[in-house]
């Protein structure tokens, strides 16, 4: 299923959090943090769940005034490899957008494409409609929101166009702990 955390400005996660979500979901593991102040998000990605908590945490204190993302992947489609885990950088000519996911896509994927379903609707799909300014319209955010069901899709942004620099699809599907950080599910817990 994946674990999606998503931390607005001037929050941090919890640590054993972050550890549950990566020993339940042990298929990979990425992040991504905007430096506003820069016009770029940091991002990193990695198969050691070690590796990705530490320096998730490492970095987040370094920047703390921005949006940020964590996400541990529960491979459903596509092979456990680098590339598969999240965020994925916005298809096309926008490297300025990441998204991560938490569910399933319902999305076609040819026999012999190797990326994942997010992959795909990150790479493909939300290009195809316009990109991450597209969502500014609230019949596409709708829309897509409608489109990836009970999945949650977190997008992290310094596109100048863009309204916001944080978009969730199905936000309220997810909750927040006590300390106001979001995170999709319940793997978070053992």
């Known amino acids: ?45 990695t198969m050691n769940p070690d590796t990705a908590v530490n320096r998730f945490l490492e970095l987040r204190a370094q920047y703390p005034d921005d949006y940020a993302m964590w996400h541990a992947r529960l491979a459903t489609h596509g092979s456990r490899i680098v590339e598969n885990c999240h965020p994925f950088k916005l298809g096309g000519h926008d490297s300025r957008t990441y998204i991560a996911h938490n569910g399933i896509i319902d999305i076609e994927i040819a026999k012999n494409d190797d990326r994942s379903d997010t992959r795909v609707f990150t790479e493909d799909l939300l290009p195809a409609i316009g990109g991450v300014t597209a969502l500014d319209n609230p019949l596409i955010f709708d829309m897509l929101s409608t489109y990836v069901d009970y999945s949650k899709v977190c997008i992290l942004t310094v596109h100048p166009d863009a309204k916001f620099q944080a978009y969730i699809l199905n936000y309220s599907k997810g909750k927040e702990d006590k300390d106001g950080v979001w995170w999709s599910n319940d793997s978070c817990y053992l």
């Open 1 to 45: 299923m994946c674990m999606l955390c998503f931390v607005a400005p001037g929050l941090m996660p919890d640590r054993e959090k972050l550890e549950n979500s990566a020993l339940n979901n042990p298929h990979g593991f990425g992040f991504a943090i905007v430096v506003s102040k820069e016009r770029r998000i940091i991002v990193e990605k």
